[in-house]
C-alpha cells in the first residue's frame, strides 16, 4: 500500500502550505520537518490543517525539507447496497499497523520486525526519533545501511501487513471454528479412515404406525424404501429416548423371529419379503409413541455389539 506524500522546503518566512490532497484531519497526516516529527496535539500544536492548506504555528527555517505522509483522505464514502459485495471484489485486507521498538547494540544492522509490512514504503523507521531513510526491507527483517550506536531506539512503524500468518498443522482446535462451518475430507480416530455415511436426514416418520403390537416398520425417505447396511447407521429415538442398535444373531438351531434383546432395535436380515431390511425393535413400541429415525455420520464399529438369545427366543425357537 502506498500512501501519498507531500514534499515542500521552508524559506523561513512562510507558514501555510497547500497540500495536494484534503486530509480527514490534522492528526491524519504525518509532517517532519527536517525529519523530526511535528507535534498535532490540542495544546500547543505544531501545525493545524484548514482544507487542504497545512498552516504551521511558526515558520520552519530557511532550506529545511518538509514531509507531509497521509494516513487518510478526506472523501465521500459510498455505502454499497445490501449484499452487492462479492468474493470477487475484495482485495487482501489489511490489518492494524504495527509498531516495532528495538534498542541498538553498536553492532547489529539488522533487526527483526513483528509481522512482514506491505513495502519498505510502508514502513515509518525512526533512530531517536529521526527519521530514517537508508533503509531495506526483506520479509519481516529490517536492514539498516548504516550501524546505529549503541543505546539507540529504533523504531520502526507499519501501515499495514502484506499478509496473515498461516496456522501450523494441528493448531487449530474445534474451539476455534466458526458455527455452521463445512468441513470435507473428515477422518476420525486414530486409525484415520474416512468417514463413510456423509449425508444426515430424517427418514419418514413412522410414529403414525404404532400400535403398540407392531414392532418392524419400513425405512423410508420421500415415501421410497431406503435400505443400510448395519443398525449403527441410524439414530433412533422413541419418544426423545436414544435407543441403543445391535446386530440380531440368528442361530442356526434356534432360528427365532424375535430379536434377541430386550431393548433397541436392529435391521431385519432374515430376508422374509414382507420385513426383510425394515427396522425392527426388540419391543413393541408402546401406542401412540413417537419415533424419530435419523442417518448418522460415521463408521460402523469393527465389532458390533450382538445380544444373546431371551429365554423367550429359545421356546419360541422353530
Known sequence: MNFPVDYFTGNGNSTIFNLSQVPASATAILVYIGGVKQVASPLNPAYYVNGNQL???APPAYNSPIEVEYLGILSQVNVPATQSI???MLSLQVSNSFTTLVTANGAQTSFTLVAPPTSAAALI?????????????????????????AGTLIRAQAMGLAQFNS?????????????????????????GSALTNTDVYDLDDVSYKVDGFTNSF??????????????????VSI?????PGYVQKYD???????PSASKGYTIDTSGNPTTNNYIKFADCPPAGAQIQ??????????????????????????
Open 252 to 258: 442356526t438351531i434356534w432360528l427365532a423371529n424375535i
Open 86 to 88: 462479492t468474493p470477487s
Open 167 to 191: 496456522p501450523n498443522n494441528g493448531s487449530v482446535t474445534s474451539a476455534s471454528l466458526v458455527p455452521n462451518i463445512a468441513i470435507t475430507n473428515l477422518t476420525v480416530g486414530s486409525s
Open 55 to 57: 498552516v504551521f504555528s
Open 125 to 149: 523507521v525512526s533512530a531517536n526519533g529521526i527519521i530514517q531513510y537508508d533503509y531495506t526491507v526483506s520479509g519481516s527483517t529490517l536492514n539498516l545501511n548504516f550501524t546505529p550506536p
Open 293 to 318: 429415525i435419523r442417518t448418522r455420520v460415521g463408521s460402523v464399529p469393527a465389532n458390533p455389539k450382538i445380544y444373546p438369545f431371551k429365554p423367550l427366543d429359545i421356546s419360541m425357537g422353530y
Open 239 to 243: 419418544n426423545g429416548l436414544i435407543q
Open 218 to 235: 419400513k425405512l423410508a425417505y420421500n415415501q421410497n424404501q431406503v435400505t443400510f447396511p448395519s443398525p449403527f447407521n441410524l439414530d
